[in-house]
T-cell receptor, first 109, second 115 residues
Framework: GQNIDQPTEMTATEGAIVQINCTYQ??????LFWYQQHAGEAPTFLSY??LDGLEEKGRFSSFLSRSKGYSYLLLKELQMKDSASYLCAVTDSNYQLIWGAGTKLIIKP | IAGITQAPTSQILAAGRRMTLRCTQDMRHNAMYWYRQDLGLGLRLIHY???????GKGEVPDGYSVSRANTDDFPLTLASAVPSQTSVYFC??????????????FGPGTRLTVL
């Protein structure tokens, strides 16, 4: 079966750095997405990785290792508004998007 | 309209009633999707459409039907609602044509309660 694993919940301090991990087992791979979802709102696109390595976008970076079936989302200089759920999703060989259950990130002052 | 819209925002429905959730996008995306999101389970695909005139079943299609008469609209119908269909429903769209990004963009969601 296809599976995406992420921690259920993480806590971090305002101003700090946090890394949210995602491991996947899918039938094929055609890209990995990270989305942010604030409580009561829709998911919004953060990043996309299809090749190995690090993609940096402001305070957020996303890393991919296809050989290890692994990705992480790195959030720097955490702000209270970063409190949200972070969803990892992988496009499989049929171009279907397989979603993880999400990681709830709690930021404390 | 800018992006993707859904209606209604929320709805309380008696079991056994028929309900249609509406979704409209103005981005001319070829692909559209319906998901449900339940606590602890993440997003689950109900139905999808790769292009106007075609639809496909996702992970949890039972009890739901869709149609795609044109590019912009993708309504989701519950023929006879049951309490297990209580959920938050998200519509999404993407440009899945050759050279497109495949990134899915989501509507604001419909919160449905079936009693």
């Amino acid at each position: 079966g296809q599976n995406i694993d992420q921690p259920t919940e993480m806590t971090a301090t305002e101003g700090a750095i946090v890394q949210i991990n995602c491991t996947y087992q899918t039938s094929g791979f055609n890209g990995l997405f990270w989305y942010q979802q604030h409580a009561g709102e829709a998911p919004t696109f953060l990043s996309y990785n299809v090749l190995d390595g690090l993609e940096e976008k402001g305070r957020f970076s996303s890393f991919l290792s296809r050989s290890k079936g692994y990705s992480y989302l790195l959030l720097k200089e955490l702000q209270m508004k970063d409190s949200a759920s972070y969803l990892c999703a992988v496009t499989d060989s049929n171009y279907q998007l397989i979603w993880g259950a999400g990681t709830k990130l709690i930021i404390k002052p | 309209i800018a992006g993707i819209t859904q209606a209604p925002t929320s709805q309380i429905l008696a079991a056994g009633r028929r309900m249609t959730l509406r979704c409209t996008q103005d981005m001319r995306h070829n692909a559209m999707y319906w998901y449900r999101q339940d606590l602890g389970l993440g997003l689950r695909l109900i139905h999808y459409s790769n292009t106007a005139g075609t639809t496909g079943k996702g992970e949890v299609p039972d009890g739901y039907s869709v149609s795609r008469a044109n590019t912009d609209d993708f309504p989701l119908t519950l023929a006879s609602a049951v309490p297990s269909q209580t959920s938050v429903y998200f519509c999404a769209s993407s440009d899945s044509s050759p050279g497109g990004s495949d990134t899915q963009y989501f509507g604001p969601g419909t919160r449905l309660t079936v009693l």
